[in-house]
């Protein structure tokens, strides 16, 4: 029998058969490997069902744990035990005692053939497309040595493979029983292991074609096992016509000669309080009247707060959510790796065609990092890459420390990420607390490079013009500055 490696047996888990190109390449053999309790045998059961669903016979070698639980887990689950045929060789309390003694066999104590025999019997009775074998590693503890352990395993890979039959064996890696040695037997390997920011599944071997590399997130639930690839920025198809995203405040649009460009990637920075939300904010309310759909991701604000401070400042959010225009989701950094947040932006790029994704902000997208302050920029430059080569426009909040003082354009030091950088101020003159606006960076054209003043009225947001009368801005206690008819009166 000939495969294509254009066929592909799907692992039934959309996430990763996407990390495998894919699925796997049918009539071969594959191992996952992890420690207890990964996952390792609800993925075979993923596999094994889909099988079932495409019309396949599909075969489970139960080689340790008692079936009726097998089974019971697998029906919580929601997969179909009634439909996978089961060749159970699992030990019985009478494989491991002697009468009343208890007295533990030696592995030379147990028959080989009659194990061989009821193998052989069990899969060519079923005949089988798809097969699991759960575990490999404790057929090991059945034969005399390595060697014999290899010998079997080798040969009994070939034997389903010979059937037609596509197989995942699991492994797991204990110090008395090592398994770096099956990695030979097999035409793949899935490795599920648990990371800094929660578990991962990656593919260090996979003959015959391509996977996407890296550590790629996956989760447990009460319906089996989800994964989430790691995000790919991927390619542009076709360069974008120039086009300014408008903030539909026009001395916002001055400052950065006409708006920000479609398609690229903005960081609004500033202290707490200063306004950088519900600036950012403004862009999505003018891409509202236009039919476009535009999302804010929430990450150090609940939605309600976000929606009725929106509300305050004449934002008509409540009719941006009815139309389909804006969806606000609060996002909980701790309880989401990085790869499942970008699943959730690629669906709303992907599925719902959004034009304009907000993060608010980058300080608590960094939570989902638990702390990887190294992977932070990775993560963001493909995010941002991803956006931008999908045509969508990204606004990226970052909160500076300082209300005022030393002026810094960032705090997470990602300015080089971004192709305009617009930023505010807090601003103490003369006793009185005030707002300042200026863009920093705009590679796409040239941009006004003077200050001005930025308020927030419950009838929305105004901007000023410029403020040529103070000097020192930047560092949040201005002076003023002197003008020359006033020095001239003063020598006279």
């Known amino acids: 029998m000939t495969t294509s490696l254009s066929e592909r047996a799907s692992t039934g888990v959309d996430g990763l058969d996407e990390v495998l190109s894919g699925g796997l390449v049918?009539?071969?053999?594959?191992?996952?490997?992890?420690?207890?309790?990964?996952?390792?045998?609800?993925?075979?059961?993923?596999?094994?069902?889909r099988g079932v669903d495409e019309g396949e016979t599909a075969l489970f070698v139960n080689l340790e744990e008692d079936l009726r639980d097998l089974k019971a887990n697998a029906d919580a689950l929601g997969f179909d035990t009634d439909s996978i045929e089961f060749l159970d060789l699992s030990p019985g309390a009478d494989a491991f005692v002697e009468d009343e003694s208890y007295e533990v066999f030696a592995p030379s104590e147990v028959e080989r053939e009659p194990l061989t025999e009821r193998i052989v019997e069990g899969v060519t009775a079923v005949d089988p497309d798809r097969v699991v074998v759960d575990p490999l590693t404790q057929?090991?503890?059945?034969?005399?040595?390595?060697?014999?352990?290899?010998?079997?395993?080798?040969?009994?890979?070939?034997?389903?493979?010979?059937?037609?039959?596509?197989?995942?064996f699991t492994v797991q890696n204990t110090r008395s029983l090592p398994t770096d040695d099956l990695e030979f037997i097999t035409d793949g390997t899935v490795r599920l292991d648990a990371g800094a920011y929660g578990k991962t599944v990656s593919v260090p071997k996979f003959r015959g074609s391509s996977t996407q590399s890296g550590d790629h997130a996956y989760r447990i639930t009460d319906a089996g096992m989800e994964v989430f690839p790691a995000l790919q920025p991927g390619t542009r198809d076709e360069e974008l016509a120039f086009e300014q995203v408008s903030s539909g405040i026009p001395e916002v649009d001055e400052l950065l000669h006409g708006g920000i460009e479609r398609g690229t990637v903005t960081i609004v920075s500033g202290p707490t309080g200063v306004g950088k939300t519900t600036l950012s904010t403004q862009f999505m309310k003018e891409a509202a009247g236009r039919g476009e759909r535009s999302v804010i991701y929430l990450f150090e604000e609940n939605r309600e707060t976000f929606l009725a401070r929106s509300r305050a400042v004449n934002i008509p959010v409540d009719e941006m959510l009815a139309k389909g225009t804006l969806q606000v989701t609060e996002v909980e950094a701790l309880e989401r790796s990085?790869?499942?947040?970008?699943?959730?932006v690629r669906d709303e790029v992907e599925e719902e065609g959004a034009d304009i994704v907000m993060i608010d902000g980058i300080s608590g997208y960094r939570l989902t990092l638990r702390g990887e302050k190294e992977q932070m920029l990775?993560?963001?430059?493909?995010?941002?890459?991803y956006l931008k080569n999908a045509g969508v426009t990204g606004l990226f909040i970052d909160e500076t420390r300082n209300v005022t003082g030393e002026f810094r354009a960032t705090m997470e030091n990602i300015s080089y990420l971004a192709d305009n950088i617009l930023f505010l101020r807090h601003l103490e003159v003369g006793g009185e607390l005030r707002k300042a606006i200026g863009v920093l960076k705009k590679r796409t054209s040239d941009f006004e490079r003077t200050i001005r003043e930025f308020k927030i009225t419950e009838h929305g947001v105004t901007v000023g013009e410029p403020m040529s009368g103070l000097r020192g801005i930047l560092s949040g206690t201005p002076e003023v500055v002197e003008r020359d008819a006033e020095r001239g009166d003063a020598g006279e």
């Open 26 to 49: 049918p009539t071969r053999s594959y191992m996952v490997r992890g420690q207890a309790g990964s996952g390792k045998t609800i993925l075979g059961f993923h596999f094994l069902q």
């Open 139 to 168: 057929l090991r503890f059945l034969l005399s040595d390595d060697y014999q352990f290899r010998k079997q395993v080798v040969g009994f890979m070939r034997f389903l493979k010979d059937r037609g039959a596509t197989v995942l």
């Open 338 to 344: 990085p790869q499942e947040f970008a699943r959730m």
């Open 378 to 385: 990775q993560q963001m430059h493909a995010l941002g890459r």
